[in-house]
């Protein structure tokens, strides 16, 4: 069973540019999660979607954004790109999405580095 | 609001023995506590879970306590060899669907010497 994609592995954009990144999770799963990881600031949550729908947002700014299509697949897209956007962009896949905690698992990221 | 609080920050053990990462957390609403290794380049892996309705739970050489009362669990790795060098996560998660989130430790660089 193939695990989650992510493509591009690595990114490099200038300040002001806008980037896609996107997610395959793993076949039969329907919820994915974005996160974002920097040394400074660790692992956090971006957003979760579940059968097209936005079900969870982090405290990031509006330029952060994303949508799931209906074969599951996830993009984010950044706006207006900082340097300290740069980090590695992971997304996690699960089963489901709701009362039922079931397990996460994620792909390898993005790497995403703004110049 | 760091709600999830790990250490220590890095940890060196000879090989063979007891590798001991402890994190502590606030929200009384999480009930789900997974821990992911991470290897550098590859994104994180779960290794274990534990829900709080039990103290204990193991796989292989690894263990998670579970601590409800004071709030902390943590993850032993028995044994521990030199492959298991990496940086490992504890993390939490709620049930209610607003708080689904997973909210990671900050981590620990585990370094296991030949």
């Known amino acids: 069973k193939a695990g989650v994609t992510q493509t591009p592995r690595y990114l490099i954009k200038t300040r002001g540019q806008q980037v896609t990144l996107s997610c395959s999770p793993i076949s039969g799963h329907r919820s994915v999660s974005w996160y974002q990881q920097t040394p400074g600031q660790g692992l956090q949550f971006l957003f979760e979607?579940?059968?097209?729908?936005?079900?969870n947002k982090g405290n990031f700014p509006g330029r952060f954004s994303g949508r799931q299509f209906s074969n599951s697949r996830s993009e984010m897209n950044v706006s207006t790109l900082e340097l300290g956007d740069s980090a590695l962009y992971l997304c996690?896949?699960?089963?489901?999405?709701?009362?039922?905690?079931?397990?996460?698992?994620f792909g390898q990221g993005t790497r995403l580095t703004v110049v | 609001q760091q709600q999830v609080k790990q250490s220590p920050q890095s940890l060196i053990v000879q090989k063979g023995g007891i590798s001991i990462i402890n994190c502590a957390y606030e929200?009384?609403?999480?009930?789900?506590f997974p821990w992911y290794q991470q290897f550098p380049g590859k994104g994180p892996a779960l290794l274990i879970a534990?829900?709080?309705?039990?103290s204990e739970k193991k796989e292989g050489r690894f263990t998670i306590s579970f601590n409800k009362s004071a709030k902390q669990f943590s993850l032993h790795i028995m044994d521990s060899q030199p492959g298991d060098s990496a940086t490992y996560f504890c993390?939490?998660?709620?049930?209610?669907?607003?708080?689904?989130?997973?909210?990671f430790g900050s981590g620990t660089r585990l370094q296991v010497q030949p």
């Open positions: 929200n009384t609403a999480f009930d789900y």
């Open positions: 993390a939490a998660r709620g049930r209610n669907t607003g708080r689904r989130a997973l909210t």
């Open positions: 534990i829900r709080p309705d039990v």
């Open positions: 996690a896949s699960s089963l489901v999405s709701g009362p039922v905690n079931t397990e996460a698992f």
């Open positions: 979607y579940f059968s097209e729908t936005q079900r």
